[in-house]
């Protein structure tokens, strides 16, 4: 998500500018990739990346590729097959063992349904959606459809009257089953092998962090740096500020009962209680339950959450401990407060992508 960000501000700052641009994604991966279906670069005329394709080894053969498409103004299909040992024939060295398709797009910025205007649109709120890009293997060498539509609260957003009529009713039909939880790419034989990538596009994290103490700042950095929201809840005025917090989203001081009436929530919302005052979180905890987010952190050791739990019970509060993880974070011998926010964000990272942590060169298969 923070790709996006960062390619949306690119992309308005060349448009300010007068800068053609160019957008490279990787449509589809075959084998071992350093990125999956959904990588994004912003490339502008001058030879300016914003994004990544892979780990640094493509970039510069997409650039050269890039700066054709804006000056030929039509988009191509970019195939590397890294499958043959002897990569270095191809000048990039991948390193890798797969075979990744690269759609690289001129973008319009006058066409307010362009490619990066439909990515604004996608992150202007909290609502899940999915981006429609359409390519040809078989036709690999011919102009591509691209991205042409954003499926979002049951509406599209874009140009679906530029393609086939075929196409977009096989669409329609695909996204009526669609969950929009996981992307996906589909092949249509009986349309002359025509693939749509179904790119499902989520709300951005968002940390609800009860606790404006000093430890309580690595978690705010570390979540800005990573793209997510953070919401500020404390009940002191003199920590919870924007001098202490200037990355913060919001910050909200109030009491628990107040602070909570004035949260949203949705699937990927978390909650991380890190106020060391056991009153205060007791009082929170009751109001998060109902929410059913599907993390809520609690700092401290088993013994505090245990009794967090037990008060609730003895006021007749059923509490499903499913999303309740305490202590929070991973097992990573953490110390001291930057450690301890590493290791809380690599769990909520974790537990939203439904992931079993392990070492990765303990996995089989792709690693992402």
């Known amino acids: ?33 350093y990125r999956r279906p959904g990588a994004r670069m912003l490339v502008t005329e001058d030879g300016q990346l914003t994004g990544a394709i892979s780990g640094g080894c493509l970039e510069g053969d997409a650039l050269r590729k890039a700066q054709a498409v804006i000056f030929q103004q039509k988009s191509m299909l970019v ?17 890798c063992n797969g075979i990744i398709q690269v759609l690289i797009e001129p973008i319009d910025p006058d066409n307010k349904l362009n490619p990066v205007e439909l990515l604004k649109i996608a992150l202007e709120n909290r609502i899940p959606c999915v981006l429609i890009t359409i ?58 092998e025509i693939s749509v990538f179904y790119e499902s596009i989520k709300p951005v994290i968002r940390i609800l ?42 910050i909200v001081i ?15 919302t978390v909650a991380l209680l890190m106020t060391h005052n056991f009153e205060y979180e007791v009082v929170v905890l009751e109001h998060l339950l109902p929410l059913q987010l599907p993390y809520i952190g609690i700092l401290g050791p088993k013994k505090k959450g245990l009794k967090l739990i037990e008060r609730l ?48 060169r303990e996995k089989d298969g792709p690693i992402h």
């Open 313 to 360: 019970e003895m006021k007749g509060i059923q509490v499903l401990t499913s999303n309740i993880y305490s202590p929070m974070g991973l097992d990573n011998g953490a110390e001291g407060s930057e450690e301890i926010a590493l290791s809380a964000l690599a769990e909520i990272k974790a537990v939203l992508s439904k992931k079993q942590p392990i070492f990765l």
């Open 135 to 192: 390519f040809s293997l078989k036709h690999s060498r011919a102009e591509q459809v691209g991205t042409k539509v954003l499926w979002k609260e049951k509406q599209a957003f874009g140009q679906p009257e530029s393609f086939d009529s075929k196409l977009w009713k096989s669409i329609q039909v695909e996204l009526a089953d669609l969950d929009f939880t996981n992307s996906t790419i589909k092949s249509y034989s009986e349309l002359d």
């Open 79 to 95: 195939t590397y097959d890294t499958t043959d040992e002897d990569d270095q024939k191809f000048g990039i060295g991948l390193g």
């Open 254 to 268: 109030s009491s628990g009962d107040g602070a909570m009436a004035q949260l949203g929530s949705d699937s990927n």
């Open 1 to 33: 998500m923070k790709e996006l960000q960062s390619i949306i501000l690119a992309y308005e700052n060349s448009k300010s500018l007068n800068q053609k641009t160019a957008l490279a994604t990787v449509v589809k991966v075959d084998g071992s990739a």
């Open 209 to 250: 962090l009860f606790g404006a103490g000093n430890d309580t700042i690595p978690v705010a950095k570390m979540a800005d740096l990573l793209g997510w929201e953070l919401v500020l809840i404390d009940g002191r005025k003199t920590h919870a500020t924007e001098k202490r917090f200037p990355t913060a989203r919001e």
